[in-house]
Nanobody, 124 residues
Framework: VQLQASGGGLVQAGGSLRLSCAAS????????MGWFRQAPGKEREFVSA????????YYRNFLKGRFTISRDNAENTLYLQMNSLKSEDTAVYYC??????????????????WGQGTQVTVSS
């Protein structure tokens, strides 16, 4: 599967953005999906994940309540709605797909395919 993330940009603190990740090739419903981010000078970190049918979600603790992951399998698109953005949310955001079944994971090793990333910059 090929993944293309989009929707990043420059936003003021307190604002919102919705990221999209378009999947092409095999249907996205074949994969558990996730979002990661990498801030300047830091390692990539887990943001959120979602099961194939969207019924189970997993968030990095301190992001839950501000970020919402969702998917539209008919459109082969994954979303990340980000509200109340803070300067520390500034990062390149990546979407990822996993062929694994069972429990979701925050480990990068769990994911088999990665998108190219979209830059989110939050100004304070």
């Amino acid at each position: 599967v090929q993944l293309q993330a989009s929707g990043g940009g420059l936003v003021q603190a307190g604002g919102s953005l919705r990221l999209s990740c378009a999947a092409s090739g095999p249907p996205m419903s074949d994969y558990n999906m996730g979002w990661f981010r990498q801030a300047p000078g830091k390692e990539r970190e887990f943001v959120s994940a979602l099961t194939r049918n969207g019924n189970s979600q997993y968030y990095r603790n301190f992001l839950k309540g501000r970020f919402t992951i969702s998917r539209d399998n008919a459109e082969n698109t994954l979303y990340l709605q980000m509200n109340s953005l803070k300067s520390e949310d500034t990062a390149v955001y990546y979407c990822a797909a996993s062929r694994n079944v069972g429990d979701l994971s925050s480990s990068e090793d769990y994911y088999d395919y990665w998108g190219q990333g979209t830059q989110v910059t939050v100004s304070s």
